[in-house]
């Protein structure tokens, strides 16, 4: 029986091969690619772009984000690297991004495959501001806009908007910057309205959260022989305070899986704690058990986060959301790396033409070799190196 997951797959491609049929007339087929083309939407960009000083000060910011974000991107890439060789890391870091018709994500060998029905809902919140704030900067430095439209390649759907290539290369510098960084700062400006890591605030932490979650943990199963077993708790009780310390678990709490942990650290075996569940106050003693030739303190429970909706609900929405700011912010991060023809790379070519014309297609083609050949390596060079230490 089809699920949603598979549903949402096989309705894409009906809506996809009767939009084709219908609308072939003004489709550009190009083996394997498809083009449609409009002008609808220029007007638009043209009285947006009217808030000049404003668009003028976003296009600053942007650039100066961009530069932040290709260096942080090299670093890590560098970084990366390194740790593989050394042989701290020793799993695939990324890969391509690719539609499955499953409910969780899979992960393999250079891709990550995400729920067919997350990526149709994702793509336009990473496709359409990129290409907007690209069709935004070109019109506020008075570059022609050709067109805009969707792209199709095979079952990958894309965006874009077509400026006149001549005049941007007869702009000046600052210009060719406000336009190349725009995308990038588009989709790193949607993934911190969703969440922002290092601060923790966002649509996702401080609205969807606290409107699904309870902040408390249910218990799932309980070992009856073991401390929790023999205190009392059973599958289905609803904890609230650990301790004397009321639950409140986060959206980052989520992220790093501390549900448990946050409020058991420091607990060695041994130790009593005193769990309330279901408004009543529990003592479970401690006990330790081996685990990879070490003891750790066990209590024998397993336990996953309480939520306002069914368990289908919660965790769509968490993970949907979770990976719309995840890729909009691995798309912003990799887009604006210095390689050519991503964004990043035209900002590469248009600083290079400017002060070493001369040597600007080297500087281009070097750079982009060498950025491509370390981001091939945090996918691929873990297993170089699993090979190599084989033998």
């Given amino acids: 029986m089809l699920d949603i997951y598979q549903a949402s797959m096989i309705i894409f491609f009906v809506i996809v091969a009767i939009w084709v049929f219908f609308d072939r007339k003004n489709i550009e087929f190009k083996y394997i690619l498809f083009l449609r083309k409009t002008k609808k939407g220029i007007k638009l960009l043209d009285r947006i772009s009217k808030f000049k000083k404003f668009w003028k000060a976003i296009g600053i910011i942007a650039i100066i984000s961009c530069f932040l974000m290709m260096i942080d991107g090299l670093r890590g890439l560098i970084q990366a690297s390194l740790m593989i060789i050394s042989g701290e890391i020793k799993e695939s870091l990324g890969g391509l991004v690719l539609p499955t018709p499953t409910a969780k994500p899979v992960f393999g060998p250079g891709f990550i495959g995400i729920p067919f029905l997350f990526w149709i809902i994702i793509l336009p919140t990473i496709l359409f501001p990129h290409e907007i704030a690209h069709g935004i900067m070109c019109r506020l430095e008075k570059i022609k806009i050709k067109s805009a439209g969707i792209i199709l390649l095979l079952i990958l759907p894309g965006a874009f908007v077509e400026p006149d290539e001549n005049e941007i290369k007869k702009s000046k510098l600052l210009a060719k910057l406000r336009i190349f960084s725009a995308g990038s700062f588009a989709n790193l400006i949607v993934a911190f309205l969703i969440f922002i890591p290092f601060l ?153 033409e400017k002060f070493a014309k001369k040597y600007s297609e080297k500087i281009v083609i070097s750079i982009t070799i060498i950025v491509v050949l370390l981001a091939l390596f945090t996918i691929i060079g873990p297993y170089i190196m699993g090979a190599l230490q084989s033998f």
């Fill in 200 to 352: 923790g605030v966002g649509l996702l932490p401080n609205v969807i959260w606290p409107s699904i979650a309870t902040g408390y943990l249910k218990i799932v199963e309980v070992n009856s022989s073991a401390p929790a077993g023999k205190a009392g708790l059973e599958a289905g009780m609803l904890i609230t305070e650990i301790n004397g310390n009321k639950l409140k678990i986060s959206y980052i709490d989520f992220l790093n899986l501390d549900y448990l942990t946050k409020y058991t650290k420091g607990i060695k075996a041994g130790d009593t704690i005193n769990i309330t569940a279901n408004g009543k106050l529990y003592e479970v003693h401690v006990e330790e058990i081996k685990e990879n030739n070490s003891t750790i303190p066990f209590i024998g429970i397993s336990v996953r986060l309480d939520s306002k909706c069914d368990e289908k609900t919660f965790d769509f929405v968490t993970n949907l959301f979770t990976w719309m700011w995840i890729l909009n912010y691995a798309v912003a991060v990799f887009n604006i790396l210095p390689i050519y023809p991503l964004d990043g790379g035209l900002i590469l070519n248009a600083i290079s």
